[in-house]
């Protein structure tokens, strides 16, 4: 009881410990704040290139980091500003404002912690085919709850912690093979991801990475991730069956519990460690495991199976 009810708390702590402070501000900004700019779009760099009036520059390491308070509408970030590459967009940058879609240009190599967190009237986010993004930052895109769909340059190598936290009409989105990790709640409640694609970079699938994803109803784990992290895919209510590949050697607590659609599940003997409640609440699944009963190692808590679900042991589901 002790052991359920600290994974609890620690849950929460984790899902709450951006977003609580976060939205107080939120609702003391709703109350006093009043959109005064008007946004325009001027000719930059020779008239060559368009940005929108009203853009604040910072010049960081040799380049210009980008930020917008009370932006309205569409907004137009440009490649240069004075002669110099933009080259990011700052931390809370474009935070809790009207702003409805983005122009951003290839030359930003990274997107700052809670960049656009509660843009909640985003739509559309342009990134261009030869953009130099690297990193997306935590919290980056966090409560946009409007945005319908991202394409994330092959630049990109790295997904933050809740960096689409919350992004409730996000449909679908490809992964590129460029990202080795998808961070902590990186796409949790995401409520209407139906699919999503795991390149073979991906090497860990970070805690409650996909928590609450409900009508997430496929994935494949590909062969190079190798852990698969608390409350991975905690309360993925659609997803029906799914294979943990050989290069899986630990599956944290709670990770698949609550699946109640989950139907089949195969664990290869290269697991080593099994959380507390990893399939918890899995009422209809069926476990295949490749090693025998007897040879359970000592990393699987006695409590992964709390169920008493089905267990074929030394089968393998075919």
């Not at 139907?263 to 295949?288: D, M, Q």
Request: net charge negative.
């Amino acid at each position: 009881m002790f052991k359920s009810k600290l994974a609890q708390v620690l849950m929460k702590l984790k899902a709450f410990i951006i977003a609580k402070p976060v939205i107080a501000i939120v609702v003391a900004i709703a109350v006093i704040a009043i959109p005064i700019t008007t946004i325009l779009v001027l000719s930059v760099n020779g008239g060559d290139e368009k940005a929108t009036e009203g853009l604040e520059y910072e010049l960081v390491d040799g380049g210009y980091s980008v930020k917008m308070e009370n932006a309205t509408g569409n907004v137009i970030i440009p490649s240069k500003y004075k002669g110099k590459s933009v080259t990011s967009i700052g931390d809370y940058a474009f935070y809790c404002s009207s702003l409805e879609s983005i122009e951003i240009p290839s030359s930003v190599s990274s997107i700052g912690y809670a960049a656009f967190y509660y843009c909640s009237r985003l739509v559309s986010i342009e990134i261009p085919n030869d953009s130099k993004l690297s990193s997306i930052g935590g919290s980056a895109f966090q409560s946009c709850y409007s945005l319908l769909s991202i394409d994330i340059p092959s630049s990109v190598e790295s997904i933050g912690s809740h960096a689409f936290y919350g992004c409730s009409s996000l449909e679908s989105i490809e992964i590129p093979s460029s990202v080795s990790s998808i961070g902590e709640f990186a796409f949790a409640d995401c409520s209407r991801l139906a699919s999503i694609e795991i390149p073979s970079s991906v090497t860990s699938i970070g805690d409650a990475a996909f928590y609450e994803c409900s009508r997430l109803a496929f994935i494949e784990i590909p062969s190079s991730v190798e852990s698969i992290g608390e409350l991975a895919f905690y309360y993925c209510s659609s997803l029906a069956s799914i294979e943990i590949p050989s290069s899986v050697s630990s599956i944290g607590w709670y990770a698949f519990a609550n699946c109640n659609s989950l139907e089949s599940i195969k664990i290869p003997s290269s697991v080593s460690s099994i959380g507390w409640y990893a399939f918890a609440n899995c009422s209809k699944l069926t476990i295949y495991a490749e090693v025998s009963e007897g040879e359970i190692p000592t990393g699987w808590d006695s409590a992964w199976n709390p169920d008493k679900r089905p267990v074929q042991w030394g089968g393998t589901g075919e």
